[in-house]
């Protein structure tokens, strides 16, 4: 139901509704890194680094090293 919520309100270009839908998502799925990457990007295109920082943070302790490229690519989105 969130994601789908979250989805439409990214349809109809309402971050801050998409927003709301993926926090109400990833509080009964916190380890799902696709929803953390969703809301950290959704995050960041709204200027709102403060609170983009801790999910890129968490999704970089989700992702195995193995996944190099995913990895560079939220340390790049945290300034590395």
């Not at 989805?7 to 929803?35: G, S």
């Amino acid at each position: 139901l969130y994601l789908h919520q979250a989805d439409l309100a990214m349809t109809l270009n309402k971050p801050t509704d998409a927003i709301q839908a993926l926090k109400a998502y990833r509080e009964h799925n916190p380890q799902d890194p696709d929803t953390a990457k969703m809301l950290a990007g959704l995050y960041t295109q709204q200027k709102n680094y403060t609170d983009a920082v801790p999910v890129y943070e968490s999704l970089l302790k989700q992702l195995p090293e193995s996944d190099k490229a995913q990895r560079a690519d939220v340390l790049r989105n945290l300034g590395y």
